[in-house]
């Protein structure tokens, strides 16, 4: 079965870095877009980040644009989100998600219901 697995959370000072992983596995991780998202208590979980299949493309949250990168390694079946120059408002808890349909090249991307798996999630907090 799919399994998605969330690592490199933690307490960081702002204006500092943290890279994730999302370590999968159950499915041939290079045939599937990949995606964060992130939800902090009392809002929807939002769209933070995604990546296509081919890892030919990148999609952004505006928030993040500039700030953060995702990246994949197909050899090693994971999926990074590389965060610089965070924000206290990036505190979150970050989730790893991927989609059911193959080589998806549609333009929901940025959509929640996009995707039909995810991790547990990994708490990320940008403090002082």
């Known amino acids: 079965q799919v399994q998605l697995v969330e690592s490199g959370g933690g307490l960081v000072q702002p204006g500092t870095s943290l890279r994730l992983s999302c370590a999968a596995s159950g499915f041939t991780f290079s045939s599937y877009a990949m995606a964060w998202f992130r939800q902090d208590p009392g809002n929807e979980r939002e769209f933070v980040a995604a990546?296509?299949?081919?890892?030919?493309?990148?999609y952004y949250a505006d928030s993040v644009k500039g700030r953060f990168t995702i990246s994949r390694d197909n050899a090693k079946n994971t999926v990074y989100l590389q965060m610089n120059s965070l924000k206290p408002e990036d505190t979150a808890v970050y989730y790893c998600?991927?989609?059911?349909?193959?080589?998806?090249?549609?333009?929901?991307?940025?959509?929640?219901?996009?995707?039909?798996?995810w991790g547990q999630g990994t708490q990320v907090t940008v403090s002082s």
């Open positions: 998600a991927t989609t059911s349909r193959p080589y998806y090249g549609g333009s929901s991307y940025y959509t929640r219901t996009t995707y039909d798996y």
């Open positions: 990546i296509k299949w081919s890892g030919g493309s990148t």
